[in-house]
């Protein structure tokens, strides 16, 4: 009767659901409704059509018939091959419940895979407790205090505010209560459907063998994946103390605001911090190792970047140095920084600072694992994986039913790339074969205004069009064109779109501007999708938004019909 | 800073593509000048030593560009640049562009502060060869800033030519406390402090630090160019009471003590341009001469020819110019205080308030011109005067200035001679006036005084 009741239902979870159906046998049509297809934070919103005792029982019918349950699903999955489905705890054991591998476990309990996730620390990983989510919290914060204190723009708009001002603590608990509620939503959504969440650090002893903590308790599964994620990257020189010195873990506690805070590292890290704090009043000094700021954007955006996020505000930079050696403020001392020249290493100066935050990156949070136990060899960190997020072991073979994904392999170190990815494994160990196309990944950058870009950088798309002998070419559109930005008198910003005239397709999009976060993914869609310049550009969009700008700019660009006008050499790089 | 770096060998002077820096030696600089500066006075700065500074110029970034507006300068005064750096930051009517420098060098002086517009062509800063030559290039660097007047923020009153007017006000404020004997000391400023000093000009080693660690902050910076500290830029900076004198550099130079409560607006590029050309007028001796006509017959012409898109403006500028082929001497120039140059041309200029500045657009050849195609000229510059587009020759090309204020009431006013022309008139509203006509009957008709100001050299 339950799994009538549960039928009735699942049609409206997903279309997949109805497909698969078809070869699914009865007993396991009773998990059918748990296939949600969304990511968890979005499920909670759908998980109220089910009734509540609906819910339960799903719940209990999972939790008692266990071994009959797995039994049935490898059954079901016989013509992947697997025979040997009952001799396992689990169909898919993940290591980190990160993003990442809670991404990857939504997918596998869809797919009717027994899912089991180990965390040593908390759930949510690094994104969602010292990551994207409490800086958004803060960025959040910065955005509003940046337009209370901008008299300039207030007054063009006829408004008038008298004086803004923040509380510390308060805008410091703002972010915690976020990534507490977010953390809360991501651990209801896994036991929701049924994921076991095992507590304890993850180590593998052998093929398909992982232990949990220090206990003995072992645990096997069909297939494993590692996605233990990332910690803040420290140079050798650097004294963290968490006070002064500080990585971006003690930055989100916000526990201070200090008057004069270096940043080392110009990244989308570094650069979204410093929002936060020049917007909270404090000043800050770049340090970067590279000639530029911002050295992993596209060139003109960076550029562009630079003339908005850096230079009217209070934002100094040394580029080309390396900070040799950090020391925290003791004894009555500021935080000194001692500046190397990055290519001779040449001592160049001495930063006295209130504060320093290391931005330089993340390292992988890979030992202690067991991997030598799999004859695996990690590379700076990193396990080495194919396109299919296999690991390679030592003697560069594939080690079967080991995936890695996420910060951990070090393709992309995104939250929603790790995501992708567990997805995508999720889909070959359920006998789909499946290659993630790591060019159709949206980024951002959350500054006031907003960065974002997928695909390709311009210099990459032409030096990948010298060797494979296409012609690139660049197309690009102001914000200072767009009615809703004008609107909201926020015109400083510029979209850029990389394409090959030939063919049309697009080889990425690059934007700066108001909301240019949200704006990417008609980009990074059709990247997915392989939509075309031509057939993208006949879309509508509707009149005044901000998506205007990327119509404008599917508009602009010549694919070729007539003769090729070669690109012009880009202007002003 | 680091001189050794530098090129010897960089005197090639090549043509430069619009979109890098038009480096061009300063001899041979020859350049349209901002909106109302006449043309002529500007010989003061060829200088003898070549090649070793070099000028940068607004590039022209479009064929429609006339000005540019300096966004920012991404290399600060003393920075060593290599061929091929992006130096500035340019806004043109499309788009921001970086300039690049073709040369290798040190930019000695920036000429045109960010913020600030300048004509195409015009030197936006300065280049020096080698470490030796930046004093020079400073020196230099005050002469064309003087000279330009494009400098916008409190602009300095400007005496470049022989008659200084208003010297008073040197255009670098002398740092206020020398603290000597700081010898190798490392001055550590903050970077708002550091902005804020080149923001304001002040030399930054001359500051104590009275922060942190004795660093320098902005409040210091802020007292040394002796501002009062804002108080929304940061909230860790108190909103601190003392007001201090508002301003080390009034806006004319004035010292009349400040009024409380008042409150101190830069003038635009285009007022600081008026009040440059007006202050001018006070070197050349002016005479003024008045003389009433009776306007029943133009106002009768006017009213018949109104239905074709003829002005008064128009008319005024056609009768201007009939009278001006009759009396060319007023139609002269006096250019250097010691020759006369008679134009052949009759180019009537007419004077236009504009978004709180002025400008007068010229109709060129009023003499030859009928009544309609001068109305319609007339209507082209009002709306190029209107979108900032007008060209160069198109304001500044003018041999006799009208300025017609009758359209207000006002009966009769001074004008101000422009500078390099030979007469202006001014004219008031036409209204009826009781008359006594030769035969002693009194009549009442529409008078109107039209005021000459001429030029006592030329006239």
């Known amino acids: 009767m339950q799994s009538s009741l549960s039928l009735s239902f699942s049609p409206t979870s997903s279309a997949t659901t109805i497909s698969r159906s078809h070869h699914s046998f009865p007993l396991s049509t009773g998990t059918k409704p748990l296939n949600l297809r969304f990511c968890g934070l979005r499920r909670e919103a759908l998980g109220l059509g089910f009734s509540t005792s609906l819910n339960r029982n799903l719940h209990q019918q999972q939790q008692l018939p266990r071994r009959q349950y797995s039994a049935v699903v490898s059954a079901a999955r016989s013509d992947n091959g697997s025979s040997s489905g009952s001799s396992f705890d689990y169909d898919l054991l993940i290591i980190g419940a990160g993003v990442g591998g809670h991404g990857a476990a939504l997918h596998a309990v869809e797919k009717g895979l027994k899912t089991a996730i180990v965390e040593g620390d908390v759930v949510g990983g690094t994104c969602v407790n010292r ?121 989100l506690k916000l526990e201070s605001v200090p008057e004069w805070i270096a940043i080392v590292g110009s990244g989308y890290i570094g650069l979204e911090f410093s929002d936060v704090y020049t917007a909270l009043g404090s000043e800050v000094t770049f340090v970067e190792a590279l000639d530029q700021l911002m050295p992993g954007f596209d060139p003109e955006i960076s550029k562009l970047a630079q003339r908005v996020l850096v230079n009217p505000r209070n934002i100094d930079y040394h580029t080309g140095v390396f900070a040799s050696k950090i020391t925290p403020a003791r004894d009555g001392k500021p935080v000194l920084i001692e500046l190397i020249d990055a290519k001779t290493k040449e001592p160049k100066d001495t930063l006295e600072v209130d504060a320093a935050l290391i931005a330089t990156g993340r390292a992988p949070f890979t030992e202690g694992l067991g991997l030598e136990n799999v004859d695996v060899a990690t590379q700076r960190g990193f396990i080495p994986v194919d396109e299919r997020m296999r690991v390679i072991d030592a003697n560069g073979k594939l080690v079967p039913h080991l995936y890695c994904i996420g910060d951990a392999n070090g393709k992309m170190m995104l939250a929603h790339a790790a995501s992708a990815q567990g997805i995508s494994v999720v889909e070959q160990v359920t006998g789909r074969d499946h290659v993630l196309n790591h060019l159709s990944i949206p980024a951002a950058c959350f500054t006031h205004p907003e960065i974002s870009m997928v695909g390709l950088t311009e210099p990459q798309a032409r030096e990948k069009g010298e060797k494979e002998g296409f012609e690139v070419s660049v197309a690009k559109t102001s914000f200072k064109a767009n009615t809703k930005a004008l609107a909201e008198n926020e015109g400083e910003g510029l979209a850029k779109l990389i394409y090959r005239p030939d063919n049309g397709e697009i080889l990425g999009v690059h934007i700066f501007g108001l909301h240019a976060a949200d704006l990417i993914h008609e980009a990074s869609n059709a990247i997915a999708l392989g939509t075309r310049i031509q057939d993208i550009k006949l879309a509508v969009h509707a009149h005044p938004t901000l998506s205007e700008v990327l119509d404008e700019l599917f508009k602009s660009a010549k694919v070729k019909e007539h003769a090729s006008i070669p690109v012009s050499e880009p202007v002003a790089v | 800073m680091n001189a050794n770096s530098l090129s010897s060998s960089s005197m090639i002077s090549m043509a430069s593509p619009s979109l890098s820096l038009s480096l061009r030696n300063s001899t041979t600089l020859i350049l349209p000048r901002n909106s109302f500066s006449s043309s002529p006075r500007r010989k003061p700065f060829s200088f003898k030593i070549q090649a070793k500074i070099r000028e940068i110029f607004m590039p022209a970034l479009s064929s429609t560009m006339t000005e540019g507006k300096i966004v920012s300068w991404i290399k600060s005064e003393g920075d060593t640049l290599s061929k091929g750096d992006s130096v500035v930051v340019v806004e043109s009517d499309k788009a921001d562009m970086d300039v690049e420098t073709f040369y290798d060098g040190i930019l000695a002086a920036i000429v045109v502060d960010e913020g600030e517009t300048a004509p195409v062509g015009a030197p936006i800063g300065l280049l020096a060869e080698t470490a030796e030559d930046i004093a020079e290039a400073q020196a230099k ?96 900076v108190a909103t601190a009471a003392p007001a201090a004198p508002v301003s080390s550099k009034p806006a004319a130079g004035s010292s009349a003590p400040t009024i409380p409560g008042s409150s101190n607006v830069a003038f635009t590029t285009m007022q600081s341009a008026v009040a440059k050309n007006m202050m001018e007028s006070l070197s050349v001796p002016t005479f003024r001469v008045g003389y009433p006509v009776v306007t029943d017959a133009l106002d009768a012409f006017y009213e018949k020819v109104k239905p074709k898109g003829v002005t008064m403006t128009a008319i005024l500028a056609k009768a201007v110019a009939m009278a001006l082929v009759q009396h060319p001497v007023v139609n002269a120039t006096c250019k250097d205080g010691k020759n006369f140059q008679y134009n052949s041309n009759i180019n009537v200029a007419v004077a ?15 003499d030859k011109l009928d009544l309609y195609l001068l109305s319609q000229k007339w209507k082209e510059l009002v709306g190029k ?75």
Not at chain 1, 184 to 210: H, R
Not at chain 2, 352 to 366: E, F, K, M, R, S
């Open chain 2, 141 to 236: 660097a005050k002469s064309v800033k003087s000279a330009s007047s494009s400098s916008s923020s409190p602009p300095p009153p400007v005496a470049d030519s022989p008659p200084p007017v208003g010297s008073q006000s040197p255009p670098p404020p002398p740092p206020p406390v020398k603290t000597v004997s700081d010898g190798p000391k490392k001055i550590t400023a903050t970077p708002q402090a550091k902005k804020l000093a080149k923001q304001h000009k002040v030399d930054i080693n001359s500051i104590n630090g009275t922060g942190p660690f004795g660093r320098i902050t902005p409040a210091d910076v802020e007292a040394a160019a002796g501002i009062t500290p804002k108080s929304n830029v940061a909230p860790v």
């Open chain 1, 131 to 251: 990551g994207c989510v409490p800086s958004k919290a803060l960025l959040a914060v910065s955005g509003r205090m940046r337009e209370l204190k901008s008299d300039h723009h207030l007054k063009s708009l006829g408004l008038h505010v008298s004086s803004a001002g923040y509380d510390r603590q308060g805008v410091a608990d703002h972010a915690n209560n976020l990534a507490t509620k977010i953390r809360s939503n991501l651990t209801n959504s896994l036991k929701a459907i049924g994921v076991d969440i095992l507590t304890g650090f993850g180590t593998v002893v052998g093929p398909q063998k992982v232990k949990i903590g220090s206990s003995d308790k072992i645990v096997t599964a069909k297939d494993i994946i590692i996605a233990t994620g990332s910690v803040p990257f420290v140079p050798k020189g650097v004294e963290v103390d968490g006070k002064t010195v500080i990585t971006s873990d003690h930055a």
């Open chain 2, 385 to 459: 005067a209107r979108s900032k587009q007008l060209q160069p020759n198109e304001y500044n090309s003018g041999t006799f200035t009208l300025s017609n204020l009758g359209m207000f009431g006002v009966d009769r006013f001074d004008a101000i001679l422009p500078p390099g022309q030979g007469a202006i008139m001014a004219v008031g509203a036409s209204k009826p006036t009781v008359l006594a006509d030769a035969d002693g009957f009194f009549r009442v008709k529409s008078k109107m005084l039209g005021l000459l100001s001429l030029h006592k050299f030329i006239v």
């Open chain 2, 352 to 366: 236009v308030a504009i978004n709180g500045g002025l400008i007068t657009p010229v109709l060129q050849d009023a």
